[in-house]
């Protein structure tokens, strides 16, 4: 008796989940929905551009230092010399010299005079 009303139970259950599986939707609707307007493009002035893209173009200014051999720099000491010069790829300075860094470039100067001995434009 148990296992015909366990069966009549399991068996009503899965005929229920079987049949809302069925049902069609209440609020069908009818067309599709969309977000694209319809734009007319034989007719001018109907046009409308919802999203306009804006391409900035930046001007980059390369301001170059001509360096030259003899020439005097003034202001050398404002700088940090540079001690791992085999890490920026140049050669071991002078007795007296040092490498700084100028904006873009490394100058060997001398410690003294601040006379310029050589110029590399850094990468």
């Not at 791992?84 to 300075?93: A, I, S």
């Amino acid at each position: 008796m148990k296992r015909i009303i366990l069966s009549a139970v399991a068996l009503s259950m899965l005929a229920a989940t079987s049949l809302t599986g069925q049902a069609a939707p209440l609020n069908a609707p009818v067309a599709p929905q969309s977000n694209y307007s319809q734009v007319d493009w034989k007719k001018p002035g109907k046009h409308v551009d919802v999203k306009k893209r804006v391409v900035v173009k930046k001007k980059v200014v390369v301001k170059r230092s001509h360096w030259r051999n003899g020439q005097r720099y003034s202001s050398w000491k404002r700088h940090q010399p540079i001690r791992d010069y085999g890490r920026y790829g140049l050669h071991r300075p002078g007795r007296g010299q040092e490498w700084i860094r100028v904006g873009n470039d490394y100058v060997l100067v001398s410690i003294a005079s601040g006379i310029i001995f050589g110029a590399i434009a850094a990468q």
